[in-house]
């Protein structure tokens, strides 16, 4: 199992330009989340997807659009680029276990800079 | 608004020490976690835990949760190199199925030899 995989790993953006960041699961889990880590701010919820068909904000949803595309591939769009979108952006999954924990499983992130 | 505070932020001990980082957190909340990230890598699960006076332990580390207080700890005990490494810990409520964790600002652990 690969777990929670993240494409592209490092990008660089100019100011307005747009692109999307892919995120896929391969463990079944319905719930999938994004995150953006900044140094010294822990990371942020942006957006997440309790389940297939469905999406909610988190924390800073502001200048990002989700697409939970099926139960295993949640993309994060961003549509103008702007410096402040500076970060590494994390993907996670996460499904009810017979514990009732609710564990998160992170993928390897994406570096993505903004001139 | 849920707010995760921890302290210290930065923290720089020798080998073989003890010390304690702390989590507060400001509303009552389901199941808090603790994480840990090296330098430049993904976040890896290290504690669940899911009651008041619940208290788990793997190898150095101990993490320990008192809900009334809204108070968890991370207990290392006689410390080696290869525990540095940010700690994070997280809560927040279970919204349909899915966690909304807010994360504290993490602490950057180094350990001197």
């Known amino acids: 199992n690969a777990g929670v995989t993240q494409t592209p790993k490092f990008q660089v953006l100019k100011t307005g330009q747009s692109m999307t960041l892919q995120c896929a699961q391969d463990m079944n889990h319905n719930s999938m989340y994004w995150y953006r880590q900044d140094p010294g701010m822990g990371l942020r919820l942006i957006y997440y997807?309790?389940?297939?068909?469905?999406?909610d904000k988190g924390e800073v949803p502001n200048g990002y659009n989700v697409s939970r595309l099926n139960k295993r591939e949640f993309s994060l769009r961003l549509e103008s680029a702007a410096p402040s979108q500076t970060s590494v952006y994390f993907c996670a999954s996460s499904e009810r276990s017979g514990r009732g924990v609710y564990e998160q499983y992170f993928g390897p992130g994406t570096r993505l800079t903004v001139t | 608004e849920l707010k995760v505070e921890q302290n210290p932020l930065f923290l720089s001990m020798q080998e073989g020490k003890n010390y304690t980082i702390y989590c507060n957190y400001s509303?009552?909340?389901?199941?808090l976690y603790w994480y840990r990230q090296d330098p430049g890598k993904s976040l890896e699960s290290l504690f669940v835990l899911l009651s008041n006076g619940a208290v788990k332990q793997e190898g150095r580390l101990m993490a320990s949760l008192d809900t009334k207080a809204r108070l968890s700890t991370l207990h290392i005990t006689a410390a080696v190199h290869d525990l540095s490494a940010t700690y994070f810990c997280a809560v927040g409520p279970i919204i349909q199925g899915a966690q909304k964790l807010v994360f504290g600002q993490g602490t950057r652990l180094t350990i001197n030899p």
């Open positions: 509303t009552t909340s389901d199941r």
């Open positions: 997807s309790a389940s297939e068909g469905t999406t």
